[in-house]
């Protein structure tokens, strides 16, 4: 098949595209509901959101307790744990290693705002977006039941390590600070998986990681 080639401008000519859009997903696709490789990658979805809430999730009610001044820690609280950047590099470092694992089976999207971003994109269809959605649901709840069940008493302690509003800051500010967050997670998501760029496949779990740690940093200040 010839490559195409663009319109050439005023005293000049375009070179040859070397790369090609890839055709938009079906909104529907029956056919697909029989290959194994869909449940494959619902799997996958499962196991990672699982993975990503129960690491993180305990990481964040680690250090909610070793900074608790009521806790055994009290003399040097505010010093103690992994801090704010902790929390995020074990964010980012989580959707690193999961990302890198998954997406040559899923697409490593480990997120139901990503997975809701590339429906809307065309990217993939309604059947495979609702199964996805579906999937990182409940991975998430059983990876959260984990840590529940392991670290009982510190997950009620600490309100199972939900992020909280710092002081001085308003609830409409944490949402807009939630919603440029997420805004930045998927543009980086769009950006690294672009046609556009050659070698693509080696570049998305390192793109995850910057935008994904400075969310949560964000969220938990």
């Known amino acids: 098949m010839a490559k195409d080639i663009e ?9 040859a595209k070397d790369y090609s859009d890839p055709p938009p997903a079906p909104l529907f696709d ?12 619902v799997i996958a979805e499962f196991v990672a959101t699982l993975l990503f809430l129960y ?9 909610k307790h070793q900074a608790d001044p ?53 990217k993939v269809s309604l059947v495979r977006a609702l199964l996805y959605i579906i999937a990182q649901c409940l991975g998430a709840i059983c990876g959260v039941g984990l840590v529940k069940g392991f670290q009982s008493a510190f997950y009620v302690r600490y309100g199972g390590g939900a992020n909280e509003l710092s002081s001085g ?4 500010t944490g949402l807009a600070a939630e919603i440029i967050g997420t805004f930045v997670l998927v543009y980086t998501v769009f950006s690294a998986t672009d046609p556009k760029r050659s070698a693509r496949d080696s570049h998305v779990p390192v793109s995850y990681h910057p935008p994904l740690s400075m969310r949560t940093s964000d969220s938990v200040n």
Not at 7 to 15: K, T
Not at 30 to 41: G, I, P, V
Not at 55 to 63: D, M
Request: glycine share 16%; with cysteine.
């Open 70 to 122: 009521a806790g055994p820690n009290a003399a040097d609280a505010a010093c103690s744990g992994v801090g704010i950047l902790g929390i995020a590099w074990a964010f980012g470092g989580m959707i690193f290693v999961l990302v890198y694992c998954t997406a040559g089976v899923s697409g490593g999207h480990i997120n139901p705002a990503v997975t809701f971003g590339l429906f809307l994109a065309r």
């Open 55 to 63: 690491i993180t999730v305990a990481t964040v009610i680690g250090y």
């Open 169 to 172: 800051f308003s609830k409409g």
């Open 30 to 41: 029956a056919e697909e509901l029989t290959k194994w490789s869909l449940y494959r990658a």
């Open 7 to 15: 319109a050439a401008p005023p005293g000049g000519e375009y070179a």
